[in-house]
């Protein structure tokens, strides 16, 4: 064994990985053991192959042959025609059952030596079987007799080239004398000697970027190739990726450090891309692509979608020149990302620099500071297939954007609104914001910017934190100052942004009627103070934060209050008491407008301290762009041009638009119906698979993927017994580290680090149903005692998750008291970031390959990670993956599938009429008129008096939702039709809405997720 002295914590955990992955195989085929007692046949999951007679005798279709398969095989083109003979190494062991009376009675299974053959094969175009009888002879003589086999061959000559299909098919009788378990163990079969040519990948499309080549298919297995020409079935399907270099270049990494960019950028970044041209230049010229061309026999075809891929290449070459010349020649551009790296420098901990690619982006973008009315029409789409770094890349653009706004007379309102999909925003997330503003601030104060103070806004849907805070209860949900559970209930921080001290205290100020986070470090400069951040969603509308973080859902609310008004424009005045902040429209419980219940601020309102049209945000961010899909992605898209519409009313102007995503496939049209604008994405994708200018693999281990296509039980068992034996691993490494060490090969030294990093493993289903199973499953069917299960869902309330993370990053000093297991939803793929998660169980593909990809980079985030992949290999398309298992892990984001989405759907449709026009009536019309419009009776005087008609209000609205072209004639009679029926209500002297938001067919949506966000929907 290789010696373990100067072994790095590294090396020790990718051994250590590879010795896991060895025990978990092993406790699925049974290898290692001498007897059992129990049936074998209810316990192994891998290897095993079951009689033909019993397969047959089951359903007999396809789907349960792949549940407990009677053959393994192999799918081979072979290169040249027959007759073919070829060498089939058979390998495999028996379970046999001793009486009674046996030797070791209370484990009466044992299993046999290991039964190897080397089968001689010819054959003609008819195939056969072979060998039969001498594996007859060898079962028999390892003291099982009564077992058959035989390798078969079938010829299949009506492919466009003949394949054959070599299988070792278990052919014992179900039942016989002396024979006490049909099934075969530890199955293997090895072809050599037989001359092949590839297949082509037909689930991917011919591209000039991708190899397609597959040696040979595997039925029921994985194929490994261990020398050319040889071919071996494999029971699991490993596929091991590796940690990207952020740095693919000959030349000198350009200094791209928080410090350097903070006090001398220019020379950094012109180095940087000086780099990039050069790369560009020497892959992506028609001299290397013609040299390509020639040496890959590129197709014509080939090659144009080669030279569009170039063009896209130097158009982004030529953005990020502009966005360096910018900064040259624009001080406050300069000045505002010499700020934001001082701020990111400071709250950044654990690491120094930027990753090119993150600088990249902030240069592509950069213009829509100085142009941004040019800019506004691009939605800037940042891809992540590989590599992390996404939110403190969209941090750097919004203290950037923050900055500038400050430089430039903004001197308070918001910036940005950062949107995450649904319940998908992690309180880790949000303290990386609220981290970053706290810096942004300290700095801000240091260089002596004016304007107000850098905060954060919490605007989630229903669930999370209270929309407002009342002095009397008027119904359940009303939340007061005396209410259970308040004000700690809602703390979101998890520690103080400013001096990163986990006690926090929540605090209700009834003075000025704020919820409040303050630390309790008496070292910290804000020391029992508020810290910037508001949770209430009046306390956001009341004060404006610099960031708004939140739920896409949320963004249904500006059809339903005016105070949202404030997220696309002007509020309307500040109330004169401190503290209450700026106010909107007057209502019987806020007569002056001000949001503070009770306010005695009177009538008389101070004016807004700037140009109105300046309080527009700058920036609307959309996380997880390809989550925004189906009828939520049309609901979602008449709400942005809702947005448009109202802030290009307000103030004359459009917002940015900035999205992330973790595909490419069609983005550009999911952009152009999101958000009608023309989509563009960074960085443009590299020459080849996994490599460009910004990221090229690296040695160092990432993720070793495991499918697992589990055969005979349920997939709940071999997720038990997976989970199961990762506790065992540990738990003997705990007990006896010079064992486990010596046997793993790892220096004792790092046994300690190993139980933490390996020692708590997640399970992950697709569904809440899987999730919840799998939880309860495992506390009844382990070996191991005391595993501590915890679940982090949607379901799982705010305080509780905080407690979980808390735990798994600060682990108990006792083993046996951590969390062992984290049985996740997709809530975890978005945003946890535990370096302790190294581990996974998935129970299932989930729906789609983004999902795939999100959800396991949640694992190995700093070291080696492990995923085990248990397919439900009844589904096809479970069945179609682990065929094409290497191909995926590796070319994942080429299989992700092109995103539906339409704007036109009508059902939709009738969803959000009622959101356009009330939005239009609280922000528009409302403040326009100088009146109250808050009551039918009042809206249906204004509504005389202004000649409001159906037919305009209906031209208006389709023009928004931008369905008033030619063809969207039925689009057009349907709002007409709505609005008609509105009219109706409201000139109705007898009607019985007493709001505004009662009229017509259907009031405004109430949350974005009214709609089943995966429903399918048509036009
Ligand atoms: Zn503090
Ligand atoms: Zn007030």
Same mark, same amino acid.
């Given at each position: 064994?290789?010696?373990?002295?100067?072994?790095?914590?590294?090396?020790?955990?990718?051994?250590?990985?590879?010795?896991?992955?060895?025990?978990?195989?092993?406790?699925?085929?049974?290898?290692?053991?001498?007897?059992?007692?129990?049936?074998?046949?209810?316990?192994?999951?891998?290897?095993?192959?079951?009689?033909?007679?019993?397969?047959?005798?089951?359903?007999?279709?396809?789907?349960?042959?792949?549940?407990?398969?009677?053959?393994?095989?192999?799918?081979?083109?072979?290169?040249?025609?027959?007759?073919?003979?070829?060498?089939?190494?058979?390998?495999?062991?028996?379970?046999?059952?001793?009486?009674?009376?046996?030797?070791?009675?209370?484990?009466?299974?044992?299993?046999?030596?290991?039964?190897?053959?080397?089968?001689?094969?010819?054959?003609?175009?008819?195939?056969? =079987?072979?060998?039969?009888?001498?594996?007859?002879?060898?079962?028999?003589?390892?003291?099982?007799?009564?077992?058959?086999?035989?390798?078969?061959?079938?010829?299949?000559?009506?492919?466009? %080239?003949?394949?054959?299909?070599?299988?070792?098919?278990?052919?014992?009788?179900?039942?016989?004398?002396?024979?006490?378990?049909?099934?075969?163990?530890?199955?293997?079969?090895?072809?050599?000697?037989?001359?092949?040519?590839?297949?082509?990948?037909?689930?991917?499309?011919?591209?000039?970027?991708?190899?397609?080549?597959?040696?040979?298919?595997?039925?029921?297995?994985?194929?490994?190739?261990? /020398?050319?020409?040889?071919?071996?079935?494999?029971?699991? @399907?490993?596929?091991?990726?590796?940690?990207?270099?952020?740095?693919?270049?000959?030349?000198? &990494?350009?200094?791209?450090?928080?410090?350097?960019?903070?006090?001398?950028?220019?020379?950094?970044?012109?180095?940087?891309?000086?780099?990039?041209?050069?790369?560009?230049?020497?892959?992506?010229?028609?001299?290397?692509?013609?040299?390509? $061309?020639?040496?890959?026999?590129?197709?014509?075809?080939?090659?144009?979608?080669?030279?569009?891929?170039?063009?896209?290449?130097?158009?982004?070459?030529?953005?990020? $020149?502009?966005?360096?010349?910018?900064?040259?020649?624009?001080?406050?551009?300069?000045?505002?990302?010499?700020?934001?790296?001082?701020?990111?420098?400071?709250?950044?901990?654990?690491?120094?620099?930027?990753?090119?690619?993150?600088?990249?982006?902030?240069?592509?973008?950069?213009?829509?500071?100085?142009?941004?009315?040019?800019?506004?029409?691009?939605?800037?789409?940042?891809?992540?297939?590989?590599?992390?770094?996404?939110?403190?890349?969209?941090?750097?653009?919004?203290?950037?954007? =923050?900055?500038?706004?400050?430089?430039?007379? &903004?001197?308070?309102?918001?910036?940005?609104?950062?949107?995450?999909?649904?319940?998908?925003?992690?309180?880790?997330?949000?303290?990386?914001?609220?981290?970053?503003?706290?810096?942004?601030?300290?700095?801000?104060?240091?260089?002596?910017?004016?304007?107000?103070?850098?905060?954060?806004?919490?605007?989630?849907?229903?669930?999370?934190?209270?929309? &407002?805070?009342?002095?009397?209860?008027?119904?359940?949900?009303?939340?007061?100052?005396?209410?259970?559970?308040?004000?700690? /209930?809602?703390?979101?921080?998890?520690?103080?942004?400013?001096?990163?001290?986990?006690?926090?205290?929540?605090?209700?100020?009834?003075?000025?009627?704020?919820?409040?986070?303050?630390?309790?470090?008496?070292?910290?400069?804000?020391?029992?103070?508020?810290?910037?951040?508001?949770?209430?969603?009046? +306390?956001?509308?009341?004060?404006?934060?610099?960031?708004? @973080?939140?739920?896409?859902?949320?963004?249904?609310?500006?059809?339903? $209050?005016?105070?949202?008004?404030?997220?696309?424009?002007?509020? %309307?005045?500040?109330?004169?008491?401190?503290?209450?902040?700026?106010?909107?429209? *007057?209502?019987?419980?806020?007569?002056?407008?001000?949001?503070?219940?009770?306010?005695?601020?009177?009538?008389?309102?101070?004016?807004?301290?700037?140009?109105?049209?300046?309080?527009?945000?700058?920036?609307?961010?959309?996380?997880?762009?390809?989550?925004?899909?189906?009828?939520?992605?049309?609901?979602?898209?008449?709400?942005?041009?809702?947005?448009?519409?109202?802030?290009?009313?307000?103030?004359?102007?459009?917002?940015?638009?900035?999205?992330?995503?973790?595909?490419?496939?069609?983005?550009?049209?999911?952009?152009?119906?999101?958000?009608?604008? $023309?989509?563009?994405?960074?960085?443009?994708?590299?020459?080849?698979?996994?490599?460009?200018?910004?990221?090229?693999?690296? /040695?160092?281990?990432?993720?070793?993927?495991?499918?697992?296509?589990?055969?005979?039980?349920?997939?709940?068992?071999?997720?038990?017994?997976?989970?199961?034996?990762?506790?065992?691993?540990?738990?003997?490494?705990?007990?006896?580290?010079?064992?486990?060490?010596?046997?793993?090969?790892?220096?004792?030294?790092?046994?300690?680090?190993?139980?933490?990093?390996?020692?708590?493993?997640?399970?992950?289903?697709?569904?809440?149903?899987?999730?919840?199973?799998?939880?309860?499953?495992?506390?009844?069917?382990?070996?191991?005692?005391?595993?501590?299960? *915890?679940?982090?869902?949607?379901?799982?309330?705010?305080?509780?998750?905080?407690?979980?993370?808390?735990?798994?990053?600060?682990?108990?000093?006792?083993?046996?008291?951590?969390?062992?297991?984290?049985?996740?939803?997709?809530?975890?793929?978005?945003? @946890?970031?535990?370096?302790?998660?190294?581990?996974?169980?998935?129970?299932?593909?989930?729906?789609?390959?983004?999902?795939?990809?999100?959800?396991?980079?949640?694992?190995?985030?700093?070291?080696?990670?492990?995923?085990?992949?248990?397919?439900?290999?009844?589904?096809?398309?479970?069945?179609?993956?682990?065929?094409?298992?290497?191909?995926?892990?590796?070319?994942?984001?080429?299989?992700?599938?092109?995103?539906?989405?339409?704007?036109?759907?009508?059902?939709?449709?009738?969803?959000?009429? =009622?959101?356009?026009?009330?939005?239009?009536?609280?922000?528009?019309?409302?403040?326009?008129?100088?009146?109250?419009?808050?009551?039918?009776?009042?809206?249906?005087?204004?509504?005389?008096?202004?000649?409001?008609?159906?037919?305009? +209000?209906?031209?208006?609205?389709? +023009?928004?939702?931008?369905?008033?072209?030619?063809?969207?004639?039925?689009? /057009?009679?349907?709002?007409?039709?709505?609005?008609?029926?509105?009219?109706?209500?409201? *000139?109705?002297?007898?009607?019985?809405?007493?709001?505004?938001?009662?009229?017509?067919?259907?009031?405004?949506?109430?949350?974005?997720?009214?709609? +089943?966000?995966?429903?399918?929907?048509?036009?």
């Amino acid at each position: 064994m290789r010696s373990t002295n100067d072994q790095s914590p590294e090396q020790a955990c990718e051994a250590f990985v590879e010795w896991l992955d060895r025990r978990v195989v092993a406790a699925g085929r049974g290898d290692g053991l001498e007897r059992l007692e129990v049936a074998p046949a209810g316990t192994f999951w891998l290897g095993r192959l079951a009689c033909e007679d019993e397969v047959r005798k089951g359903a007999g279709d396809e789907r349960s042959e792949r549940l407990d398969p009677c053959a393994i095989g192999i799918r081979l083109r072979p290169a040249s025609g027959p007759p073919w003979s070829m060498t089939v190494t058979v390998r495999s062991r028996a379970w046999v059952q001793d009486p009674k009376d046996g030797p070791v009675p209370d484990k009466r299974w044992w299993r046999t030596d290991l039964v190897e053959e080397h089968v001689s094969v010819l054959t003609g175009t008819r195939g056969g =079987a072979f060998g039969a009888k001498e594996l007859a002879d060898a079962f028999a003589l390892v003291g099982a007799p009564g077992l058959t086999a035989e390798v078969r061959v079938d010829v299949e000559d009506w492919h466009q %080239q003949t394949e054959l299909v070599v299988q070792l098919v278990n052919t014992s009788p179900e039942k016989a004398k002396g024979l006490t378990d049909s099934h075969l163990y530890e199955t293997q079969i090895e072809i050599s000697g037989l001359m092949t040519v590839p297949f082509q990948l037909e689930a991917l499309p011919d591209s000039f970027r991708y190899d397609r080549a597959v040696p040979a298919y595997g039925v029921n297995v994985g194929i490994d190739v261990p /020398k050319p020409g040889v071919f071996r079935t494999s029971d699991t @399907v490993s596929v091991q990726t590796h940690r990207p270099d952020y740095w693919n270049s000959a030349r000198e &990494k350009p200094d791209l450090s928080f410090a350097t960019l903070a006090t001398n950028p220019l020379p950094q970044l012109a180095a940087l891309l000086d780099a990039l041209a050069a790369y560009d230049d020497a892959h992506w010229s028609s001299a290397a692509l013609d040299a390509r $061309q020639t040496a890959d026999g590129w197709t014509a075809m080939m090659r144009a979608e080669a030279d569009r891929s170039a063009a896209e290449v130097f158009a982004e070459l030529d953005r990020l $020149q502009n966005g360096l010349e910018l900064m040259r020649t624009r001080s406050e551009i300069l000045r505002a990302f010499q700020l934001m790296n001082e701020a990111i420098g400071l709250s950044a901990r654990g690491y120094t620099d930027w990753r090119p690619f993150q600088i990249g982006f902030l240069l592509s973008t950069i213009r829509f500071l100085a142009e941004p009315e040019e800019e506004a029409r691009y939605v800037d789409t940042v891809w992540f297939a590989t590599g992390g770094g996404k939110t403190e890349t969209y941090l750097g653009l919004l203290l950037t954007a =923050a900055f500038f706004d400050r430089l430039t007379g &903004k001197v308070l309102g918001v910036t940005a609104w950062s949107r995450f999909p649904l319940r998908l925003l992690s309180l880790q997330q949000t303290q990386r914001f609220a981290d970053a503003l706290a810096a942004a601030e300290v700095v801000r104060k240091e260089r002596g910017v004016g304007g107000s103070e850098f905060s954060l806004g919490f605007l989630v849907g229903q669930g999370g934190t209270p929309n &407002k805070i009342v002095p009397r209860p008027e119904n359940d949900e009303d939340v007061t100052p005396a209410s259970p559970g308040m004000p700690g /209930k809602y703390q979101v921080l998890l520690r103080c942004p400013f001096c990163r001290d986990e006690n926090l205290q929540m605090y209700f100020d009834r003075q000025r009627w704020k919820l409040e986070h303050r630390c309790t470090n008496p070292t910290c400069r804000m020391h029992r103070r508020a810290l910037p951040v508001y949770v209430v969603d009046q +306390e956001v509308f009341r004060f404006l934060p610099t960031v708004v @973080v939140g739920t896409l859902d949320k963004a249904a609310s500006i059809g339903l $209050q005016q105070a949202m008004r404030g997220l696309v424009g002007p509020p %309307q005045k500040v109330c004169s008491v401190p503290w209450h902040g700026f106010t909107y429209a *007057e209502r019987w419980k806020t007569p002056n407008g001000c949001l503070v219940p009770d306010c005695q601020g009177g009538p008389v309102l101070k004016p807004l301290p700037m140009d109105a049209r300046r309080f527009a945000p700058s920036l609307r961010l959309q996380d997880e762009l390809h989550l925004l899909r189906d009828s939520l992605g049309a609901v979602d898209s008449h709400y942005e041009s809702l947005l448009d519409h109202l802030q290009s009313e307000l103030c004359g102007s459009q917002t940015k638009i900035v999205a992330s995503s973790a595909t490419l496939t069609g983005y550009d049209r999911q952009v152009d119906v999101l958000y009608r604008r $023309q989509g563009r994405v960074f960085p443009q994708p590299g020459p080849r698979p996994g490599e460009s200018f910004w990221t090229v693999p690296a /040695k160092q281990p990432l993720r070793r993927f495991v499918a697992v296509a589990p055969r005979g039980v349920t997939l709940e068992h071999v997720s038990d017994r997976t989970l199961d034996t990762l506790q065992h691993c540990i738990r003997d490494l705990l007990k006896d580290p010079t064992m486990v060490c010596a046997e793993a090969g790892v220096d004792p030294r790092h046994a300690d680090m190993l139980i933490s990093q390996y020692g708590t493993n997640v399970v992950y289903g697709t569904t809440l149903y899987d999730v919840e199973a799998a939880g309860r499953s495992l506390g009844s069917n382990n070996t191991v005692d005391g595993i501590n299960v *915890e679940q982090l869902t949607g379901q799982t309330d705010f305080d509780e998750v905080r407690g979980i993370l808390e735990r798994l990053e600060h682990p108990e000093d006792d083993f046996d008291e951590r969390v062992h297991v984290v049985a996740a939803s997709s809530m975890l793929s978005h945003g @946890v970031d535990v370096e302790r998660l190294n581990t996974m169980v998935m129970l299932g593909l989930p729906l789609t390959t983004a999902e795939f990809i999100q959800t396991t980079a949640r694992v190995g985030r700093r070291h080696p990670g492990l995923v085990y992949v248990l397919h439900k290999i009844g589904r096809e398309r479970d069945a179609q993956t682990f065929r094409h298992f290497g191909p995926y892990v590796r070319q994942g984001d080429r299989f992700v599938d092109a995103i539906p989405i339409t704007r036109r759907s009508r059902r939709v449709l009738d969803l959000t009429i =009622a959101g356009v026009v009330a939005a239009r009536i609280l922000m528009l019309l409302e403040p326009a008129s100088r009146q109250r419009l808050s009551t039918p009776s009042r809206l249906r005087d204004y509504a005389r008096n202004a000649g409001l008609i159906p037919a305009q +209000e209906a031209a208006t609205v389709a +023009e928004v939702l931008g369905l008033d072209g030619a063809e969207d004639t039925l689009h /057009k009679q349907q709002i007409l039709d709505w609005l008609k029926a509105w009219f109706a209500d409201l *000139e109705d002297p007898t009607t019985k809405a007493r709001f505004i938001s009662e009229l017509g067919p259907n009031p405004p949506m109430r949350s974005l997720r009214d709609v +089943e966000a995966t429903a399918p929907i048509h036009d």
